[in-house]
């Protein structure tokens, strides 16, 4: 089973490289969203196994689309992908509904261990 995986960040180039390190993973079903607003237009329910955010976009922010994620899909693992500096910032998100995040920069092994440890593999 491949994994539906729906990544959100305003970086082309760290959407590029969140892709490739997926792809080096085995997940080959991958939507992009080039800002908060746009995931959240592309979300649904059921379309996706997991979803990956950063946490400053403009439009609506990663913790916004957490927050309107989960009040249409209380399961579905969201991981939060966030600079050292952000990391106080956590406790927040987890708050929000975050099931996890990765530190930038992350490796292809951090992300398959994320992916692993919340069911998408």
């Not at 927050?67 to 708050?95: H, L, N, S």
Request: with cysteine; aromatic share 4%; proline share 3%.
């Amino acid at each position: 089973m491949s994994s539906r995986v729906l990544v959100a960040d305003d970086s082309s180039t760290m959407r590029k490289i969140i892709i490739r390190s997926l792809q080096a993973v085995g997940v080959s079903e991958i939507t992009e969203a080039a800002d908060g607003t746009e995931a959240v237009a592309k979300f649904q329910p059921g379309q996706f196994d997991m979803v990956l955010t950063d946490w400053n976009m403009p439009g609506k922010t990663g913790l916004e689309v957490v927050q309107d994620i989960r009040g249409r899909d209380a399961k579905i693992p969201i991981i939060m992908v966030t600079t050292e500096a952000e990391k106080g910032r956590v406790m927040q998100a987890i708050q929000a509904g975050v099931s996890d995040y990765l530190v930038k920069p992350f490796t292809a092994e951090t992300l398959r261990e994320k992916l692993a440890k919340h069911g998408c593999n």
